[in-house]
């Protein structure tokens, strides 16, 4: 009897991956066999990071984790899912707005499929406050964002930002 492969994806921009993000994809890794880590990819966006910049802080990211396959898909994630085999979402919260949010798209999804589930794991508190777009805006100021972000984007954001020297 064949057992049944476990796979889930957590979508979004990542412009760039927080720490936030990461505790997410590290314990959904541990409850899935395959975690997909989908990159919105929205042409018509302009990101701080470019896609290809995105995928490969990711990718930086998430080395030490074995079950984690990074992919880009444009349209609704539940198209993506149907067409890929997956069934599971896994969606991050770190406050009540979030909840709102997630559970209005939840219901959406399973409107529009309802073999996907969403999964929803709450982030560690101590990175509830983090957001992409905090983290940029912050640095305009030359905020010390080094606990807010691994290394690799810390890295990266100074040298965006020309604030590495």
């Not at 949010?101 to 983090?130: C, D, G, R, W």
């Amino acid at each position: 009897m064949n057992k049944k492969i476990r796979k889930a994806i957590f979508a979004g921009s990542f412009d760039p991956i927080t720490n936030g993000h990461l505790d997410i994809i590290c314990r959904a890794s541990k409850i899935f066999d395959e975690l997909r880590i989908g990159v919105l990819h929205n042409p018509n966006k302009k990101g701080m990071f470019t896609f290809e910049e995105r995928v490969e802080l990711i990718e930086k990211c998430t080395n030490h984790l074995d079950n984690i396959k990074i992919v880009s898909f444009n349209g609704l994630l539940v198209n993506y899912c149907e067409e890929h085999g997956i069934d599971t979402l896994v969606r991050g919260i770190r406050n009540g707005t979030d909840v709102e949010y997630e559970l209005q798209m939840a219901h959406m999804n399973k409107e529009l499929n309802p073999n996907i589930e969403t999964v929803i794991l709450a982030t560690n508190p101590k990175y509830s406050f983090i957001s992409s777009s905090l983290i940029k805006e912050v640095l305009n100021f030359d905020a010390d964002i080094k606990n807010l972000v691994p290394e690799v984007v810390l890295e990266e954001l100074k040298r965006k930002t020309n604030r590495g020297k």
